[in-house]
């Protein structure tokens, strides 16, 4: 892995407005415009849906019951299946340029060791490992405890095209109560299996370090592992981002 940007930023009160802000360095990091990146934004409340789940039966019902909630619905260009992210969460992605560059397992790795490292920082031990009855279900949940009884703390997906690739997730910083509930509604509207104990946090796993220091222990892991420089987003690229959030709700 080249020597990244480390993009940290206060984050929107819109969430559209940080998926709009993954697309934007995206295409930046694809046309050159900008070195491989990794961004760490912290959430606002929402539900994050794949174009599959916008198909589904229920999915009607399914954003009635988030926007009961309070969680606003956004669809989101990565696959999976649904998650869903408060004020007690943060999202990172790295982007890099020539996405088949590298394989995509090898990418999963990357980002799931990144986190693991970081975890590590703060006295979590996690691994890799899809949870039963997750949400967002994958091979490369990083969890907590086994397949059967574990919790799910962050799901890794990526996309990949011929100029770029991005691979991230959301972590779970606590709230996950909540969490739990809210995709428990989303879920079961579709009729899709989730088992609220697999909704995890780091603070159920043990650490009592709130969402500003899990990030810093992330920042400094990646510029340990790979190199590079800290960065704050820039105005031109915030107001970008602002001005595509109406292309992700429902």
């Not at 050159?32 to 959430?43: D, E, F, K, M, Q």
């Not at 980002?111 to 091979?139: Q, T």
């Not at 397949?147 to 095209?161: D, L, V």
Request: charged share 25%.
């Amino acid at each position: 892995m080249t020597p990244v940007q480390v993009l940290l930023n206060e984050g929107f009160e819109d969430a559209a407005c940080g998926y709009a802000l993954g697309s934007v360095l995206f295409e930046q990091v694809a046309a050159g415009r900008r070195p491989a990146t990794l961004s760490i934004t912290p959430s606002t409340r929402h539900v994050g849906v794949t174009r599959r789940d916008v198909r589904r039966e229920g999915f009607e019902e399914a954003v009635r019951a988030a926007r009961e909630e309070g969680y606003p619905v956004l669809v989101r260009s990565a696959g999976g299946g649904a998650i869903a992210a408060s004020e007690s969460t943060f999202g990172f992605s790295i982007v890099s340029p020539d996405g088949r560059g590298m394989d995509p397992m090898e990418r999963y790795e990357l980002a799931s060791s990144l986190l693991l490292g970081a975890l590590s920082r703060l006295g979590i031990a996690a691994e890799v490992g899809e949870v039963k009855d997750e949400f967002c279900p994958g091979d490369h949940s990083v969890r907590v405890g086994g397949y059967r009884e574990g919790m799910k703390i962050c799901g890794i997906a990526q996309r990949i095209t011929r100029d770029a690739a991005s691979v991230g997730g959301i972590v779970i910083v606590e709230g996950e109560e909540e969490l739990a509930r809210v995709l428990s509604r989303v879920y079961g509207a579709m009729g899709l299996p989730l088992r609220p104990e697999s909704v995890g946090s780091l603070r159920r796993a043990g650490s009592r370090a709130p969402v500003d220091e899990v990030v810093e222990a992330l920042a400094s892991e990646a510029l340990e592992r790979f190199g590079g420089e800290r960065v704050r987003l820039d105005e031109g690229t915030r107001a970008l981002a602002a001005a595509r959030a109406d292309e992700y709700g429902v």
